[in-house]
């Protein structure tokens, strides 16, 4: 008969296999770590005689030991962790009041587990809240200097949290933009236009609101790279995503279909408004001449409004025949 691992071994393999580095795996580790060093204070207390520490510790022991097993078996929390975190901060403070500046050291890995699980301001309040009274307690003692050092060191660990945690927040951004923009016209590309299709027509099944879709191609593209380069060519599909964010709707979205085929989602519009829409942006795209010369690129539209029988396939298909009637009935229209 094979051993069978302790359940406890299982829970710590449990938090330690995350798929991400995220604020559910933090709060994981924080609620373990919380579990693992009480344990030994709480016999310390009891054994140097400080019963109220003890007492306090041994409570906040059995809770976390509580709380670490729903969330390892993805249950509620027992409390909101803003709580948690509070009452952690409070355990601190108590501990600086009975030990003195020994027991300030615990406040820098605290700071930064702030920052980890709470958003910026929440985690900056809550630095500050337990700083200040920190200071004030070791301010009692008389130690001037060492209150002076506190505080400063804790001052300089949060001006380079915010500043690393705001850096991070524009690479994460950035590195978003880059995955659902398109590099060359920086409208959306074609799988942040999976993702909201799908969105859309979940939203569209609870509220029933109509929504349609552009498909809007250049016409003879090949042409104008032909006679004036990729360059202009290039130019001249910015151009066009300029112009139509410049006059769409807030609500609506841009999306790079292809090569010198765009889309643009249309919610809560039916197909009479949409072929409106589209001829207007026809006319606007008419207006971009191409260079040394006073003659203008042209588009063709293909309109489809999406009915509940579609999937997004359907839905796109409809668009392209519209698409395919306009050119073949002599480009430069709009068709549903």
Known sequence: MLNKRPKSADLIVKVLKSSHLDEDFFYKTLTFTCCFFLTPFSFFWLLKGKFMLA??????????CC???????????????SIVLAFIG?????????????????????????????????????????AIPISYLLSLSGDVIFTIRYMSSITAILLTTNLIVIINSNL????VNQSIRDPLTHCYNRRHMDAI???????FKRTAAPLSL????????????????????????RQLVATILGHKRASDML??????EFILLLPEVNSADALL???????????????????????????????PAMSVDDWIKGADDGLYRAKRGGRNKVCA
């Not at 032909?226 to 130019?235: A, E, K, R, S, T």
């Open 55 to 64: 007492f306090i510790q041994g409570l906040a022991l059995i809770f976390f």
């Open 67 to 81: 709380n670490f097993r729903q969330i390892i078996n993805n249950q509620p929390e027992l409390l909101p962790r």
């Open 90 to 130: 409070s355990q601190l403070i108590a501990l600086t009041f009975y030990e003195g500046s020994s027991a300030t050291l615990w406040t820098y890995p605290l700071l930064s587990i702030y920052f980890f699980i709470l958003p910026i301001k929440q985690a900056n309040f809550a630095a500050i809240s337990i």
């Open 172 to 175: 994460q951004q950035e590195l």
């Open 197 to 203: 299709f799908e969105h859309s027509i979940r939203l």
């Open 214 to 237: 552009l498909l809007i191609d250049i016409d003879h593209f090949k042409k104008v790279n032909d006679q004036f380069g990729h360059i202009v060519g290039d130019d001249i599909l």
């Open 255 to 260: 999306f790079r279909y292809g090569g010198e």
């Open 277 to 307: 829409i589209a001829d207007k942006h026809r006319l606007l795209l008419s207006k971009i001449l191409l260079p040394d010369t006073n003659k203008a690129f042209t588009v063709s539209i293909g309109v489809c409004e999406f009915k």
